[in-house]
């Protein structure tokens, strides 16, 4: 079974990167049509699909984010890593990795935004 579990500060100043890494185990990123999200729920707002990255390397965004995102791997690590530039405190937000059509999630990590 795979799991997957994010890693990241709680805490970036406006202005800043985020990044977050999400750690997979039990299955491999580089399996055959495998994709692998970001997602993340701001407070009292609706999750939002942020982006994948497939088993191939290729990566795909959100429209809404796509302009200060980014989406890498680690093959090696077997882990796969978020990047959202220039965070302002609407950033602020549970951030979920999953492997995409799967009930594999990791658990979330609380990100806030704040000087």
């Known amino acids: 079974q795979v799991q997957l579990q994010e890693s990241g500060p709680g805490l970036v100043k406006p202005s800043q990167t985020l990044t977050l890494t999400c750690i997979v185990s039990g299955g491999s990123i580089t399996t055959d049509y495998t994709y692998w999200s970001w997602l993340r729920q701001p407070p009292g707002k609706a999750l939002e699909w942020m982006g994948a990255i497939a088993y191939s390397g290729n990566s795909y965004y959100s429209p809404s984010l796509k302009s200060r995102t980014s989406i890498s791997r680690d093959t090696s690590k077997n882990q796969f890593i978020l990047q959202v530039t220039s965070v302002t405190p609407e950033d602020t937000a549970v951030y979920y990795c999953?492997?995409?059509?799967?009930?594999?999630w990791g658990q979330g990590t609380q990100v806030t935004v704040s000087s």
């Open positions: 999953a492997k995409l059509g799967t009930a594999s």
